[in-house]
């Protein structure tokens, strides 16, 4: 008999009042179900907001033992420890990822039909960080990079939050395919040392968001460019510094919003969409998974696996966090407060 032990909230708010630390019993095993342990979760921003109720994906809360609850965490990677007599898709050892968004990735076991679950492709190389952080920000990379606008060798991308651990995989997976990058981030006293972060991780440019609607940086982006302006935009934070990136797109370029950091709308100057023709759009990872089928999506994760594998495309700067409910919790309220150290990960 397994006990799991969870983090887990049945009701909304600031999660260090919210997050309960909960043991149950782990749901016995069926002909057509499978058991996994997890090894390795991340605390995203999305997870913060999900415990806040500021999420509009809300997990129902189900019956845990003595308790109506969520877990918390949508992402992470787990092992198979016991399997079904139906069940031939998975087996023990197998590595998986979470099927589906909501799932509950802050606890240590999880009992489900094999759908709940994805099987990782095989690799060489690839270390426990970078499964359990596969499915959010390098697939976000990945599908903003290819879906918007078709790009040649040589083209440039903009981004602001450059070392947001998309940001990190936006410009790695740039890199491996041929594309430069202009990538912004917010001013800091120890700028000079993540400007050469980015740049070993094969960033082109690193661009602060007070440099950035200068004039000083105008002409110099413009002999970056040299009259092939970026097509492509990709806005992680909002606010007056995503305004004035969007002014650096070429004539038809596409904007792509899938972040708000700075919790302030993004402004379009009409000029922008009637002289330029920019369109803007906004992606969400989680809605490109649901429209998408199985296949699709391990296709994908052979491409940043394969990718992984060979180095391209490293571990997101990241800190542990202790299994516990104090550092739990301090955790999370701190997921989402910026100038951070790096993804927090947890092993349950
Ligand atoms: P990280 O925690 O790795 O990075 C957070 C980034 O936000 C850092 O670049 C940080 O920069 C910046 N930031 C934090 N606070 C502020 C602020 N007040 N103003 C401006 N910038 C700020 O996050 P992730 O890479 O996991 O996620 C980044 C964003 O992308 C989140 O909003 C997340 O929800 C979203 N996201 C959306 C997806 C989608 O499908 N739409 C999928 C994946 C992520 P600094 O060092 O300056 O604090």
């Known amino acids: 008999d ?37 090894l390795a979760s991340p605390i995203n921003p999305a997870d913060v907001n999900q415990v806040q109720g500021a999420y509009p994906l809300k997990p129902a809360f189900e019956q845990l033992g003595d308790t109506k609850a969520a877990v918390g965490g949508n992402e992470g990677v787990a092992e198979v420890i016991a399997t079904g007599k139906n069940v031939n898709s998975l087996k023990v050892g197998d590595q998986v990822v979470m099927a589906r968004s909501g799932y509950g990735t802050w606890r240590t076991h999880a009992a489900g039909p094999v ?3 994805q099987v990782l492709p095989p690799s060489t190389n690839t270390s426990v960080i970078q499964k359990a952080t596969l499915t959010v920000n390098p697939c976000t990379a990945y599908r903003m990079l290819k879906d918007f606008t078709p790009l040649k060798q040589g083209d440039y991308v903009i981004q602001n939050g450059g070392n947001s651990a998309v940001g990190q995989a936006v410009i790695q997976i740039a890199k491996a395919w041929g594309l430069k990058t202009v990538n912004v981030v917010r001013n800091r006293p120890e700028i000079d040392s993540l400007r050469q972060e980015l740049l070993d991780l094969g960033a082109t440019h690193v661009v602060t968001d007070e440099e950035l609607g200068s004039f000083d940086m105008r002409s110099k982006m413009k002999g970056w460019f040299d009259g092939k302006p970026p097509l492509l935009g990709l806005n992680c934070v909002g606010g007056k510094s995503a305004t004035e990136m969007a002014r650096y797109l070429g004539h038809n370029g596409q904007y792509v919003t899938y972040g708000a950091m700075a919790r302030a709308p993004l402004a379009l100057p009409a000029s922008m969409l009637i002289f330029k023709n920019i369109s803007f759009h906004g992606f969400w990872m989680t809605r490109w998974a649901d429209q998408h089928n199985a296949a699709d999506r391990y296709k ?42 790096g993804k927090q990960i947890v092993f349950p």
């Open 2 to 38: 397994i006990t799991v032990k969870a983090m887990v909230y049945s009701s909304y708010g600031k999660p260090s009042e919210v997050l309960k630390w909960h043991t149950y019993p782990l749901t016995p095993l069926t002909d057509d179900t499978v058991h996994v342990r997890f």
């Open 300 to 341: 994908m994760f052979e491409d940043l696996i394969g990718l992984m594998d060979k180095g391209a495309l490293s571990e997101p700067r990241w800190t542990k966090v202790d299994w516990s409910e104090g550092a739990m919790k301090h955790a999370v309220d701190a997921g989402i407060q910026g100038f951070a150290q």
């Open 115 to 117: 759908d709940d679950f």
